[in-house]
């Protein structure tokens, strides 16, 4: 399978996974089968990553839709009040941070001093966060999903910091297949693991169902489209967050 039919996969599961979202009557198994959806964008975006011309680029283009969709959210939430609201929706955020990261691991091993210098950077965002309602007093009124889409957290992002290992891990292993499928496996067994001794139904975990179809990727980047993804993530949300507030089912 090329990049492009993945991504396409990928999409599909997401609507799907959106669908059982903002549709609380819509069949459970939609939810489930929604567990692979971002794995797979992330196993895409590592695998572009790899080869794309321009990191700086690439980690740019992520990082303003991290602000768009923080601000497609704050705009939604004001202008069409709902019980639940819009939700955090900005996978844009920790794909970011593991580009970041693997960027800063790649300079380190080349050039400690720059390596090292990044890193510093990176930590002086996680302190800048923290000291934001101190600095900013009317960031208190901010959720941190809204704080962390504009001065990006390793910790609050949608998926958290063991997506953005999880992300590492895929780029690191690429060219080392059996290594990449039982470390995921692996990270799926953490996730039932983790969700079934808090008590709920444990359901990351079936993410583990899109492993075959990473290992089937054949290195091949396919049909371009680079512009419809990151134009139909905010455009389905936005569409199902008000259908759903329109029938009275808004998430």
Known sequence: MTTFSLKLTAVVLMTLDHIGLYFPASPVWLRWLGRGAYPLFLFCMVQGYAHTRSRKRFLLRLYLMSLFM???GLFL?????SERGYGNHNIFLPLFLTGLLISAVELYQRDRKKGGLLLAAAALVQVFYGLLPSLLPFTQNLSGDVLTGVVPNLAVNEYGF???ALGMA???LRDRREALAAVYLIFCLYQFSAEALYGYFPVQWMMVLVLPLMLRYNGERGKGWKWFFYIYYPAHTCLL?????GLGQAA
């Open 70 to 72: 923080t601000a497609l």
């Open 77 to 81: 939430d004001a202008r069409f009040p």
């Open 162 to 164: 063991e997506f953005i």
């Open 170 to 172: 895929l780029y690191f």
């Open 241 to 245: 967050f008000l259908l759903a507030r």
